[in-house]
T-cell receptor, first 113, second 114 residues
Framework: DTAVSQTPKYLVTQMGNDKSIKCEQN?????MYWYKQDSKKFLKIMFS???????INETVPNRFSPKSPDKAHLNLHINSLELGDSAVYFC????????????FGSGTQLSVL | AQSVTQLGSHVSVSEGALVLLRCNYS??????LFWYVQYPNQGLQLLLK??????LVKGINGFEAEFKKSETSFHLTKPSAHMSDAAEYFC????????????FGTGTRLQVTL
């Protein structure tokens, strides 16, 4: 069983559309994250949720809205997609927000045309 | 505030040769340091970490790294490269080890040639 799974793996869409990426972890972890990896491989945290509560919200446009229906899921919804949103988005989890070991999903490559 | 600098975005070694990937950090508090590896089309996996105590830490797949406070470095080494080591390697720093405050470097792509 995949520990952290995210779907879809690839997402190609037009500018202006709204899209969602789903993430689920079966590790029983309390904390989940969304990271964005740009074309230069730079990895930057976007959001962090601990037990369904938002604990980190970096300087991300409000077109990005995370939703955590339960602590095993953290979905990312993006409104009005822009060219600059093209990147690989990684979901990750950790046992809790004091633990340093992250478990990553395999990424969603988003291409905005 | 903390930051990580990885020297060399691409490193190429021959199979069987020494692997050395460089990482320097900046941190205002005692750092926790990590190396993550990303294989093609996969998420990052923790390779090894330094928290406190012994400055030479061993990780998976024969990798090790040494924390040198005086040099603010945490270089990753492996005595003998294998083809399967080809991947992207990320150094990261966190104040006090909190995952939510991890700062990643820009990565070093390791190429292993025959």
């Amino acid at each position: 069983d995949t520990a952290v799974s995210q779907t879809p793996k690839y997402l190609v869409t037009q500018m202006g559309n709204d899209k969602s990426i789903k993430c689920e972890q079966n590790l029983g972890h309390d904390t989940m994250y969304w990271y964005k990896q740009d074309s230069k491989k730079f990895l930057k945290i976007m959001f962090s949720y601990n037990n369904k509560e938002l604990i980190i919200n970096e300087t991300v446009p409000n077109r990005f809205s995370p939703k955590s229906p339960d602590k095993a899921h953290l979905n990312l919804h993006i409104n009005s997609l822009e060219l600059g949103d093209s990147a690989v988005y990684f979901c990750a989890s950790s046992q809790d927000n004091t633990r340093e070991k992250l478990f990553f999903g395999s990424g969603t490559q988003l291409s905005v045309l | 505030a903390q930051s990580v600098t990885q020297l060399g975005s691409h490193v190429s070694v021959s199979e069987g040769a020494l692997v050395l990937l460089r990482c320097n950090y900046s941190s205002s508090v005692p750092p926790y340091l990590f190396w993550y590896v990303q294989y093609p089309n996969q998420g990052l996996q923790l390779l090894l970490k330094y928290t406190t105590g012994a400055t030479l830490v061993k990780g998976i797949n024969g990798f090790e790294a040494e924390f040198k406070k005086s040099e603010t470095s945490f270089h990753l080494t492996k005595p003998s490269a294998h083809m399967s080591d080809a991947a992207e390697y990320f150094c990261a720093v966190s104040p006090g080890g909190t995952a939510s405050k991890l700062t990643f470097g820009t990565g070093t792509r390791l190429q292993v040639t025959l």
